[in-house]
C-alpha cells in the first residue's frame, strides 16, 4: 500500500469531498497563498482557488462567518491556525455554533468544520504549544475528532465533512510531516470507534493523538522485558468508544490513559471515572492518568521536556499499575 502524510492525507480527504459537494469550501489564515502555518494546506494549493481562501487575522470574524455560511447552506471548513487562538473567538463557538442544534429542538444543522493544529512542536511556547480538546469534549454540541495517523485522519475528516452537526479536529504539529500507509480506495472512518494499536494482556494505554505514537515506542520498550501493553487509540473523543475501551480492560484489568493536555482535569478524568464507576470489578489496580504537569507550556526546550509527558512518562506508569 501506498504511504502518505498527515498533510496529504488531510488534502485528499477535503479535495475528494470538494469534487462532489459544492457546498464545501475552506478558508483561514495563510492557507490559499502559504498552505498553512504547517503546509497542511500545500498539497491542495492551486487547486479549487476560489474555495481555498485566505482571511484577514480575525479569529472572532472567521468562527463567526462559518457559521453564517453554514446557515445558509454550505459547508465551510474553516482553520484555527493554532488551537490556542479558538480562546480569540470562543463567543462563537461556544454560544452560538455549539449550542444551535439545541436551541432550535434539533431543527437547526450546521455542517462546519473547525480544524488546525495543537500540541508541542519547537519550543513555541505558552500561547502556540497547547493541547485544548478537553475543552470542547466538556462543552456539549460538538464532535471532537482527533487522529494519529494518515490512515485515520483522511478516513475520519471525510465523514467530518459529511457530518450534520459542528466537527473540531485537532492535528498534533509533529505528525503533519509523517507517513503512514492510505489506501487509494475510498474510505470513511465513523466516528466513535477506537482503534487498538496494539494488542496487549498485560496493561491497556488509552491515548490519542502524539501519545499513541508515545505508548507504542513505550509498549515495544517493556515488551523487551515481558511486559504486554495494549494500546487503544481513542481517535474520538465526542463520541468515545467504550464497547472498545472496556472490552481491553476486561483483559487486562489495569488501566493507564495518556495525553499532552494537562493531567489536571484532563480528558482522561472522564474515562477514568467513567470505568471505576462501570468496571470497578475488573481493576486489579488504581488507574494511572499521564499528562501534562499544570503549567503554561514552557519556551525553554528542557523545561518543555520536563513539563509535557512523553514514552518514559508512559513506560513508568505502566511499571506502577503491575
Not at 502524539?210 to 515506542?217: D, F, T, W
Request: overall charge negative.
Amino acid at each position: 500500500m501506498r504511504e502518505i502524510t498527515f498533510s496529504e492525507a488531510l488534502g485528499e480527504a477535503i479535495l475528494e469531498e470538494m469534487s462532489r459537494d459544492p457546498t464545501i469550501f475552506t478558508y483561514g489564515e495563510d492557507i490559499a497563498k502559504q498552505g498553512g502555518i504547517f503546509g497542511a494546506y500545500k498539497p491542495i494549493l492551486g487547486k479549487y482557488q476560489d474555495r481555498i481562501i485566505d482571511t484577514p487575522i480575525s479569529e472572532e470574524v472567521i468562527f463567526g462567518s462559518a457559521l453564517g455560511a453554514a446557515l445558509a447552506g454550505m459547508r465551510p471548513v474553516a482553520e484555527f491556525h493554532f488551537a490556542d487562538f479558538l480562546f480569540t473567538g470562543m463567543a462563537a463557538i461556544a454560544n452560538q455554533i455549539m449550542k444551535f442544534k439545541y436551541m432550535t429542538g434539533g431543527q437547526g444543522k450546521l455542517h462546519l468544520i473547525l480544524r488546525g493544529p495543537d500540541g508541542i512542536s519547537k519550543s513555541a511556547a505558552a500561547q502556540h504549544s497547547e493541547s485544548i480538546e478537553t475543552i470542547f469534549m466538556h462543552i456539549p454540541g460538538i464532535k471532537v475528532i482527533i487522529p494519529s495517523t494518515p490512515y485515520d485522519m483522511k478516513g475520519l475528516f471525510k465523514t467530518a465533512l459529511k457530518s450534520d452537526d459542528p466537527v473540531i479536529c485537532f492535528e498534533h504539529k509533529m505528525l503533519y510531516a509523517k507517513k503512514g500507509p492510505v489506501p487509494e480506495e475510498e474510505y470513511y472512518i465513523p466516528f466513535g470507534v477506537a482503534d487498538v494499536k496494539r494488542e496487549g494482556r498485560d496493561v491497556t494505554v488509552i491515548a490519542t493523538s502524539r501519545m499513541v505514537h508515545e505508548s507504542l515506542a513505550a509498549a515495544e520498550e517493556l515488551s523487551k522485558e515481558g511486559i504486554s501493553v495494549e494500546v487503544v487509540d481513542l481517535r474520538t473523543l465526542v463520541p468515545w468508544d467504550k464497547e472498545t475501551v472496556f472490552k481491553s480492560v476486561k483483559k487486562t484489568h489495569k488501566v493507564v490513559i495518556a495525553h499532552e493536555t494537562w493531567r489536571r482535569a484532563g480528558w482522561g478524568a472522564e474515562i477514568a471515572a467513567t470505568i471505576q464507576e462501570e468496571l470497578f470489578d475488573y481493576l486489579d489496580a488504581p488507574i494511572r492518568r499521564v499528562g501534562a504537569k499544570n503549567v503554561h507550556i514552557p519556551f525553554s526546550p528542557p523545561l518543555q521536556d520536563f513539563v509535557v509527558p512523553d514514552r518514559k512518562s508512559v513506560i513508568e506508569a505502566v511499571r506502577s499499575v503491575l
